[in-house]
């Protein structure tokens, strides 16, 4: 599977912004995808994640009512929609994928797409 994110850019505080990651291969359907993200100096962290099926999603505290993951299997694309965006959710955001239905480690990852928020 390779994963192509986009959507990143300048968004001013308190606006919206949505990212989204392609993803190559009829079988991503079945896996597990996410988003993570990592902030200068900071160590990556996790945001959201979707079940295969989007059924099910999970979400880091700090994107708890602000971000929203889901998924367009017939695109193959996964999508972040950032809402309500703070100065502290700039950084380089990352999409990842893999089979396990709860991966401690995602094994296929897209390259970045850099988010900045203006305050």
């Known amino acids: 599977v390779q994963l192509q994110a986009s959507g990143g850019g300048l968004v001013q505080a308190g606006g919206s912004l949505r990212l989204s990651c392609a993803a190559s291969?009829?079988?991503?359907?079945?896996?597990?995808a996410a988003w993570f993200r990592q902030a200068p100096g900071k160590e990556r962290e996790f945001v959201a994640a979707?079940?295969?099926?989007?059924?099910?999603?999970y979400y880091a505290d700090s994107a708890k009512g602000r971000f929203t993951i889901s998924r367009d299997n017939a695109k193959n694309t996964v999508y972040l929609q950032m809402s309500s965006v703070k100065p502290e959710d700039t950084a380089v955001y990352y999409c990842?994928?893999?089979?396990?239905?709860?991966?401690?480690?995602?094994?296929?990852w897209g390259q970045g797409t850099l988010v900045t928020v203006s305050s």
């Open positions: 979707s079940s295969w099926n989007g059924g099910s999603t």
């Open positions: 291969g009829r079988i991503f359907r079945t896996y597990t």
């Open positions: 990842a994928a893999d089979l396990k239905v709860a991966p401690a480690q995602y094994a296929y």
